[in-house]
């Protein structure tokens, strides 16, 4: 039952509907039993003075000359009689049922009492009208020894009980209506002064600016609403850490970007000198190309990495096979690496066996292997003498519901105190000379982190110099039917 439709679900609102329903669903049952009760208190009087007089006409009777007799004194009859509100009716009969005295068409009683001179109390009917009837008996001895036995009943209309029933219900309700409404002003009031810290709180919310993400104060609140601030505490916290992350990476982006595009600047004057020669010119624009390329390459990495730490939230994953999407990235790669004069393949489960399909974002997926390939080809030197070795692999295991990828390479490796590192936005490992922006392994592993997966690296030829480097990306395959 709710006592206050509303569009929006409101916890005021809440609280007052759950704590005056019971209240006003009680009210009718509060009538009910005071009902009951004010009929109990009101027979109770009445009842007493029917059984004392029952037994007084039970002590009118007398046995004579082994006759029984009933004798009505005037007194006792106007006393009966008396009273102008209701009717006395009375009946008194001997052991065989011949009427003594009284109103013959006074209902017999269903039971009788055990014991003589006990009195039974009972509602019934006389002429229409609702009774109250005394019942008793008892017996009587002559001189012979011989036992008489008389039955004597006393009915009186019901119309003072009711009245006193009223009287009563009226002094018990009439006080409880007038504090109800009471009731209900103080529980508002209550709910008013219960819910100020939340308005408080609101306050201060609202108040702050929005550059202070510092956590709320959780001591002034009451203690079912601690846990709530808790959480806005920690959503804040990791607020504050995303806009410092996102503050930090374009201050690197800014820097890396205005390497290269500083260089296009340079080579362009130099190209516009009036002085310069063909071979200038040509060298120049040389070096505008390969700065154009740096820059776009930075530009689609740091693209990649929005798209992977973003973009894929409202898309829905679909199924992968892996092993096909990685097969696609190292023959898109092929050129690449015979350019290099490196030896590429790929080592692993083909396109459609058990255990190589996943649930996941077929585009991100190919980005990670892509990234984690151009890695391998960036930094892996390769010669006549030491021929450069990159090799793809896909391991599905469909009974461990694991998905392995696995990237590795001969070439000089990561040394244990940079393998944390390399993962940082534009952490590059010192002592090479390969063109890279320090973006491609943070974009795996923000891809991998949006699959649920796990990115570690090691040596992939312990003990051999040089150790070269294993990517390992590994993928918790969900139950079937799940």
Known sequence: MRLFQRGQSSLFGEILDWMLTPLLLLVPVSIGVTWLVAQGIANRPFDRTLEFNAQTLARMVTLQDGALHFQLPQSAGELLRADDTDHVYYQVLDGDGRLLGGDSDLPAPLDEADEPGEVLIRDDTMRGQEVRVAATWLQLRGPDGAARRVKVQLAETREKQRVLAAEIIKGVLLPQFAILPLAILLIWLALVRGIKPLSALEDRIRERRPDD?????????????APLVMSVNGLLKKLKETLATQKRFLADAAHQLKTPLAGLRMQADLALRESANADELKQSLKHIGRSSIRATH???????????????????????????LAIEVVREAVPRALDKRIDLG???HQP?????????HPTLLKELVRNLLDNAIAYTPSSAQQPGVITVRVLGDPFGKVLLLQVEDNGPGIAPAERELVFEPFYRVLGNDAD??????????EIADRHDADVTLEDAHPGRQPPGVRFTVRFELAAPGR
């Open 346 to 348: 790929y080592d692993g």
């Open 352 to 360: 459609g066996a058990p255990g190589v399909q996943l649930l996941g």
């Open 213 to 225: 993400l510092s956590p709320l104060d959780d001591s002034q609140v009451p203690v079912e609403v």
């Open 436 to 445: 890279g922006s320090g973006l491609g392994l943070p974009i795996v592993r």
């Open 298 to 324: 930075t530009v689609n990495q740091l693209l990649s990495l929005a798209r992977a730490e973003g973009g894929i939230g409202s898309l829905a994953p679909q199924p992968c096979d892996l092993a096909r």
